[in-house]
C-alpha cells in the first residue's frame, strides 16, 4: 500500500495543510499531465497516481480511510470490515420517515463524527475510529443519494 | 528508400508536436469556428466574406442539414430524408474550417484541437473524434467548451478564483465551476443537459405562434416577439438550467458567494431574463458582460492548440462529467469512476466468479448517474475468457478503468489468481458498428483528391519495384541482344523512383521498360507454359 502523504511530503496526519497539497499537487502536475509531458505512457501513469492520492488526501473522509488502511484496517474494500451500527441506520430512517431529510443536517452529522474520527486516529485508536468512519460513511452515501436524486 | 519513409510510431512524434501547427476549432450546434494564437492574440479563420462564424449547415444536394450536433453518437439517423452519420455531416464542417486555415496560413492542417460540451458523453465524444478523422485532422486534444471559455477569459484577464462558466448555445447546455490561478486552471465540476439550447426556443416560439422554425429563430434574435410572452414560453427550459447550477454549486458544497465572476457563453446567453437570474443567484456585480458569447470558446480552442504545441506554462486540468460503472446481479450499478473525477484517472475493482469451474465473467459498461443500469447509457460489453477452473469466489479478475485526458475510456483485465493478464480493450463506439465506421473511413480517403493521387503515385512505385526485381533476376540468365537496353531501362526507372519524378513520368519509363523487355517476357511465358503443360491430361489445364 503506497502512502500518499508520503507522495506529498506530508506527515502522515488526518490534519493537513491544504495550501501545501495543492501547491504540490499543481507542481507535480505541471510536470506530468499529458499536456506537458507529450503522452508518454510512464508520465500519464505518473498524472494519474498524483489524480488519485490528490482526491483522497482532499477528501476528509478518504484521507481517513487511507490512514486507516495504512494501520491495516480496509474500511472500503473488505467484505469483513464491521458494518454500519443499527443505531445510525435507525438515526438515517427517522430522519427519511419525518421528511426533512436535508443536505445541511447531514453534512453538519458527518462533520461532527469526522472530529470523533480525528481524535480516535490521533490517539491511535484504530478500531473505534474504523467503527466512527463507517458511520460517517452511511451519512455521506445518504447525502450523495439525496443530491443525485434532484438531478433527475 | 527514399519515398515511402517507415519510422516508429513513437520517435518522431516529438519533433511534430513541436513544428507542426495546431487549430483551435468550436464545433457547434449552431455556428463553427476556428482560429490560432499568433504572437500571443487570437486570429480568427474568415471566410471569403471575411465572416468568422461560420453557420454549422451542410448541403445535400437541395437539402439542408443543420444542428447536427444534437445527434452526434447516436448512429444512422434520417434527416431531411436522407440517411446520414452524424460524423459524416460534421466532417463537413470540419472540412470547411480546415480549408479557410490552410488557405490563410498557405500550409497544410494536420492536427486540431476540438471543444465539446463537458456533458457529451462517452460515445458523442468519440463521435466527434471521428468527424474529425474522416476530414483529415488528428484530434490533438478534447477540451470541454466551459473550459475553454475560461481559459480564454482567465488567460485575457489575469483570473484568479473560482469562477462558474454557464453556457447555453443553440442545442446544449453545460455549466462548469474552476478554480483559477497563475498558469493553472482547474475544473472541479461540470453539469449539463445535451438536449436543452436555443433551438429548443425556436420550436417553442414556433409551436406558439404557428410559424416555420427558421421564422421562430428570426423572431426571436430580432426579439419581435411580446419580451413577456417569450419570457413565459422559454421559462420552464431555462429554470432547469438554474435548478442545474445550483445543484452543481451543492454538489462542490460551495455557497454563490464563493463564486467570484459567471462566465456567460454561447449565443442563448443574450437573452435578458438569463442573466437576470444569474443576476439572482450570484449578485449583479458577479455576471462578467464584455464577453463576446460566440468568440470566447474557439478563443479557448486556440489557447489550448497554442499549450500543447509546446509554446506556454498553462495547464488545464479536467474532470469526467458522468460516472462510470459496471452492471452488477440484478441491474444495479456498481460506480468505479465518480463523477468529477479529475482525468486523466485509473481505477481498478477486482470481481470474482460465483459459480464452480466459472470460466468466463460478461462485464457490461455503463456511464450515468442513475442506480439501474437500464437507466444508464451502455457504453460497451465484453467478456473475460479462459479463467482457469477453480471453486467460486477464488478467480479474482482485476478490471481498471482508464480515461484519458480527453475524457476518453479503455478497459483492461487481469486474472489475479494465475496472473495471467488479459488485456481486453474497450473499442471506441461511436453509436455505430465497426464496419460502419471503417467504411466512412475508407469513403473519406477516396473523397479527398489530394489523398487519391497520393496513394496513386505509391501504387505507381511499388509496382514499378516489384516488376524491377522480378526483370533484375530474370535479366541475370537472359542472353538475348537487347540484354544491354533492358538494363538501361530498368536503370532509367530506378532512378526516376529516386529522383520523386511525377506519376505519369514514371509510368512512361515502366512502359519503356516493359517494351523493351517484351521479348524476355515471351521467352518466360514460353518457357512456363512448355514446362506446365507437358504431361499433363487436357481437362486440368
Not at chain 2, 36 to 64: A, C, L, M
Not at chain 2, 154 to 169: H, Q, R, S
Request: net charge negative; with cysteine.
Amino acid at each position: 500500500m503506497k502512502n500518499f502523504f508520503d507522495l506529498f511530503s506530508l506527515p502522515t496526519n488526518f490534519s493537513i495543510d491544504l495550501d501545501t497539497l495543492e501547491k504540490k499537487y499543481f507542481e507535480f502536475q505541471k510536470k506530468f499531465h499529458p499536456d506537458k509531458s507529450g503522452d508518454k505512457s510512464d508520465e500519464i501513469e505518473q498524472s494519474i497516481a498524483i489524480n488519485e492520492a490528490y482526491e483522497v488526501l482532499l477528501s476528509p473522509l478518504k484521507r481517513a480511510a487511507h490512514i486507516l488502511r495504512l494501520n491495516g484496517l480496509d474500511v472500503e474494500n473488505d467484505v469483513a470490515a464491521p458494518k454500519v451500527d443499527q443505531a445510525t441506520l435507525l438515526e438515517v430512517f427517522e430522519m427519511r420517515e419525518s421528511g426533512d431529510l436535508s443536505a445541511k443536517d447531514l453534512s453538519q452529522k458527518i462533520k461532527s463524527l469526522l472530529e470523533e474520527v480525528s481524535q480516535n486516529l490521533e490517539n491511535k485508536n484504530f478500531a473505534s475510529a474504523a467503527q466512527i468512519l463507517i458511520r460517517a460513511k452511511y451519512f455521506e452515501k445518504t447525502l450523495q443519494d439525496l443530491k443525485v436524486k434532484k438531478w433527475h | 528508400m527514399a519515398l515511402i519513409k517507415i519510422s516508429e510510431p513513437g520517435a518522431i512524434q516529438e519533433n511534430e508536436r513541436e513544428n507542426e501547427i495546431v487549430i483551435g476549432i468550436d464545433l457547434g450546434t449552431t455556428n463553427s469556428l476556428a482560429a490560432i494564437i499568433v504572437n500571443e492574440k487570437v486570429r480568427f479563420f474568415v471566410d471569403e466574406n471575411g465572416r468568422d462564424i461560420h453557420p454549422s449547415i451542410v448541403t445535400y444536394g437541395d437539402k439542408k442539414i443543420s444542428s447536427i450536433k444534437r445527434f452526434m453518437g447516436v448512429g444512422f439517423t434520417e434527416l431531411e430524408g436522407i440517411k446520414l452519420a452524424p460524423s459524416e455531416v460534421a466532417a463537413e464542417i470540419l472540412k470547411h474550417l480546415k480549408k479557410l486555415a490552410e488557405k490563410q496560413l498557405k500550409t497544410e492542417i494536420k492536427k486540431a484541437v476540438i471543444t465539446v460540451p463537458a456533458y457529451f458523453d462517452e460515445t458523442a465524444k468519440n463521435a466527434t473524434k471521428l468527424a474529425a478523422n474522416l476530414a483529415g485532422l488528428e484530434v490533438l486534444r478534447l477540451v470541454n467548451e466551459p473550459t475553454a471559455a475560461a481559459l480564454a477569459y482567465g488567460l485575457d484577464n489575469d483570473a484568479e478564483g473560482t469562477y462558474c462558466v454557464y453556457d447555453l448555445g443553440g442545442g446544449t447546455f453545460d455549466v462548469s465551476v474552476l478554480k483559477m490561478q497563475k498558469g493553472i486552471f482547474k475544473v472541479l465540476g461540470v453539469a449539463g443537459d445535451n438536449a436543452l439550447g436555443g433551438d429548443d426556443f425556436d420550436d417553442l416560439i414556433s409551436k406558439h405562434l404557428g410559424v416555420s422554425r427558421a421564422e421562430a429563430r428570426k423572431i426571436k434574435e430580432e426579439q419581435t416577439i411580446d419580451q413577456a410572452l417569450f419570457e413565459k414560453l422559454i421559462f420552464e427550459k431555462l429554470e432547469k438550467t438554474f435548478t442545474l447550477t445550483k445543484n452543481l454549486l451543492d454538489d462542490l458544497d460551495l455557497e454563490s458567494s464563493d463564486i467570484k465572476g459567471v462566465i456567460t457563453v454561447g449565443g442563448s446567453t443574450r437573452i435578458t431574463l438569463i442573466k437576470k437570474k444569474l443576476a439572482e443567484i450570484f449578485g449583479v456585480e458577479k455576471v462578467l458582460d464584455e464577453i463576446d458569447p460566440d468568440r470566447i470558446v474557439v478563443a479557448g480552442a486556440a489557447w489550448q492548440a497554442h499549450n500543447l504545441s509546446g509554446n506556454s506554462e498553462n495547464l488545464l486540468l479536467d474532470v469526467v462529467p458522468l460516472s462510470l460503472g459496471i452492471e452488477m446481479m440484478g441491474g444495479i450499478v456498481d460506480k468505479v469512476i465518480l463523477r468529477n473525477s479529475t482525468i486523466p484517472m485509473a481505477l481498478t475493482k477486482e470481481f470474482t466468479t460465483y459459480a464452480d469451474n466459472q470460466s468466463g465473467m460478461k462485464l457490461h459498461i455503463v456511464q450515468g448517474e442513475r442506480e439501474l443500469a437500464a437507466d444508464c447509457r451502455s457504453l460497451a460489453n465484453f467478456e473475460i475468457k479462459k479463467i482457469p477452473a477453480m471453486k467460486a469466489g477464488l478467480a479474482r479478475v482485476a478490471v481498471t478503468f482508464k480515461i484519458d485526458a480527453d475524457g476518453l475510456l479503455t478497459v483492461s483485465a487481469e486474472e489475479k489468481f494465475t496472473g495471467e493478464k488479459q488485456e481486453i480493450l474497450v473499442k471506441p463506439s461511436y453509436g455505430l458498428s465497426e464496419d460502419e465506421v471503417k467504411k466512412m473511413l475508407l469513403d473519406s480517403l477516396q473523397n479527398s483528391k489530394a489523398d487519391i493521387s497520393n496513394r496513386l503515385l505509391i501504387q505507381t512505385i511499388t509496382d514499378s519495384n516489384h516488376d524491377i526485381t522480378i526483370l533484375q533476376k530474370d535479366l541475370e540468365k537472359y542472353v538475348g541482344e537487347d540484354k544491354k537496353l533492358i538494363a538501361e531501362k530498368i536503370q532509367n526507372l530506378e532512378n526516376l523512383i529516386k529522383e520523386k519524378a511525377s506519376r505519369d513520368t514514371i509510368l512512361e519509363a515502366k512502359e519503356e521498360m516493359e517494351k523493351a523487355a517484351e521479348n524476355l517476357i515471351l521467352e518466360k511465358v514460353n518457357a512456363v507454359l512448355d514446362k506446365g503443360i507437358v504431361g499433363k491430361r487436357i481437362d486440368v489445364i
